[in-house]
């Protein structure tokens, strides 16, 4: 479910008029997504017509806002696929509709990948290293809302994980810090899972949902992306989609010594911010929202991935 907000015409004609699209033509709400609201919808200016994505923002903080339509700009304008999200005619990227800000986005073509082939793990692999390379230029930087201080405060306090559980978050939180000394950050995707992709022809035509983006460790995204997209449903790395995925990133921007040593414990780290941000996210959807939760997902399913990767890394 991710129309938490139901937008009518008349929301669409506003929408419309503030953005100077012409006439609407039509809109739906999109079934994925977790976070925000998000609607599809068509206009006709002048006989053009144009497929859009309007973004109502649910949970994101408002004012971390601007830094991530920013970083769409900026990416876009030094070839990185995504989509750059329209001005108004006042000249802003984002509305208030129902209280809450959202923002348009031109929708670009492809579909969330169902095979994730070697060939498209290595096409991945390489976008994410170009967003890498771009995002070293972004002159913004924000830190992760579910960084370091969120994992010390949240092992602390959430009840729903055990006194062994606990142990082995904050042992993961000690092996992170030891390993992150020196390694290069920039702008990263930080939730390059692959439906945060569109693929048509075999060829990756977008990446979208830059709302986990931040300024950290080029190595630790690239763990976020390998832990999704390389490992089978009992979280054993399929070897030539991983092979394929560092192959592509390498052949734009080559993994230092220091980075090819950190990637086990970053992709330890990985399965463990998002155990404890899964858990994170339930509570929010219990305490705000008196809907169905079934849409949030498993966090012991990064438990286990945890574990998985404990015994095949070490
Ligand atoms: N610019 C775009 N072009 C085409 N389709 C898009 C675009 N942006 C979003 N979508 C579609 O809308 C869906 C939901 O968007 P998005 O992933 O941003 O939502 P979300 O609620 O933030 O999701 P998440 O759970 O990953 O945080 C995507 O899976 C994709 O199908
Ligand atoms: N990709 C994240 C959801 C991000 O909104 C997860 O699998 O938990």
Redesign the pocket.
């Known amino acids: 479910m ?1 129309v938490y907000t139901q937008l009518s015409q008349q929301d669409f004609d506003q929408i419309c008029e503030l953005y100077e699209l012409g006439k609407l033509i039509s809109f739906k709400g ?1 079934a ?7 609607y ?1 919808f068509n206009t006709d200016k002048q006989g053009i017509q144009s497929e859009w ?1 309007f ?1 109502l923002f649910e949970y994101t903080q408002p004012q971390a806002l601007p830094y991530y339509l920013e970083l769409y700009d900026h990416l876009y304008q030094q070839g990185v696929p995504v ?1 750059d999200p329209l001005l108004t005619k006042q000249n802003t990227r984002l509305i208030t509709l129902h209280n809450k800000p959202g923002a348009v ?8 990948p169902n095979e994730l082939t070697p060939e498209l793990c290595f096409q991945c692999g390489e976008q994410l290293a170009k967003f890498h390379l771009a995002g070293e230029s972004y002159p913004q930087q924000h830190d992760c809302p579910k960084g370091l201080v969120f994992w010390q405060t949240s092992v602390e306090q959430f009840n729903e994980l055990s006194e062994e559980d606990k142990s082995l978050i904050k042992d993961c939180i000690q092996r992170y810090q030891a390993a992150i000394n020196g390694l290069p950050k920039t702008s990263v995707h930080g ?1 390059l ?1 692959h ?2 992709v ?1 693929v048509d022809n075999s060829k990756i035509t ?1 990446i ?2 830059l ?2 983006a931040s300024y950290d460790y080029a190595v630790y995204d690239l763990a976020i992306t390998l832990n999704d997209w390389t490992l089978n449903q009992t979280h054993r790395i399929i070897k030539d989609r991983y092979q394929a995925m560092l192959d592509g990133y390498q052949s734009v921007r080559p993994l230092s010594e220091q980075e090819h040593a950190a990637l086990p414990i970053m992709q330890q780290t990985s399965a463990m911010r998002w155990w404890l941000s899964r858990i994170d996210t339930a509570r929010t959807f219990q305490s705000q929202k008196d809907q169905d939760t079934t849409s949030s997902k498993d966090p012991n399913q990064m438990k286990a991935q945890l574990l998985a990767l404990l015994e095949q890394l070490g």
């Not at 994925?32 to 998000?38: A, H, Q």
């Not at 986005?105 to 969330?112: M, S, V």
């Open positions: 991710s999109v994925d997504g977790i976070e925000n609201t998000t599809f994505v973004t989509p986005f031109p929708k670009l073509p492809g579909r969330t939730d899972f439906d945060n569109l977008a979208i949902d709302f986990n």
